[in-house]
T-cell receptor, first 115, second 117 residues
């Protein structure tokens, strides 16, 4: 069983469209994240949720809307896609509490290409 | 402000030799964690090693060791006996918090390692 799984793995779409990426973790972790990796491989945190509550929102355009229906799932919906949204989006999870290492477990990534 | 600095965009190492990948960090927190992740060309992110800020001994995991120098705020990764399969992108990362925004893990720009046969 894959610990952190995200779908789809690839998305190719036109500018202006709306798309969603889904993520699920079966590790029992309490915190989930979305990271964006750009073409230069730089990884930037976008959002984190702890037990379904939004904790971190890193000045991401409001075209990006995360949703966490339960602590095992975190989805990302993107409206009105722009060329600059082309990137690999990684979902990750961790157990965040004092004393925990907070190691991130990553999904395989979803490569979004906006044409 | 850049909080994780990896000054080596690319590194070459001969197979079976050791290599050190540099990482410096900046934080005002007393409690933090330092990590190294590997990203092969296939794209997945693989956790390698962790060092807590209060850990007095350097972390080791098989052929990986973390050279932690707290006063210098450096957390270099040492890979011993390099293998061809070590060719990949390596990211240094730091976990801070909890602050008002909870725990956050931020990444350096990465170092691409090439292992030569």
């Amino acid at each position: 069983d894959t610990a952190v799984s995200q779908t789809p793995k690839y998305l190719v779409t036109q500018m202006g469209n709306d798309k969603s990426i889904k993520c699920e973790q079966n590790l029992g972790h309490d915190t989930m994240y979305w990271y964006k990796q750009d073409s230069k491989k730089f990884l930037k945190i976008m959002f984190s949720y702890n037990n379904k509550e939004l904790i971190i929102n890193e000045t991401v355009p409001n075209r990006f809307s995360p949703k966490s229906p339960d602590k095992a799932h975190l989805n990302l919906h993107i409206n009105s896609l722009e060329l600059g949204d082309s990137a690999v989006y990684f979902c990750a999870s961790s157990q965040e509490r004092q004393g925990a290492t907070g190691e991130l477990f990553f999904g395989e990534g979803s490569r979004l290409t906006v044409l | 402000a850049q909080k994780i600095t990896q000054t080596q965009p690319g590194m070459f190492v001969q197979e079976k030799e050791a290599v050190t990948l540099d990482c410096t960090y900046d934080t005002s927190d007393q409690s933090y964690g330092l990590f190294w992740y590997k990203q092969p060309s296939s794209g997945e992110m693989i956790f390698l090693i962790y060092q807590g800020s209060y850990d007095e001994q350097n972390a080791t995991e098989g052929r990986y060791s973390l050279n932690f120098q707290k006063a210098r705020k450096s957390a270099n990764l040492v890979i011993s006996a390099s293998q061809l399969g070590d060719s990949a992108m390596y990211f240094c990362a730091m976990r801070e918090g909890p602050n008002t925004g909870g725990f956050k893990t931020i990444f350096g720009a990465g170092t691409r390692l090439f292992v030569k046969a």
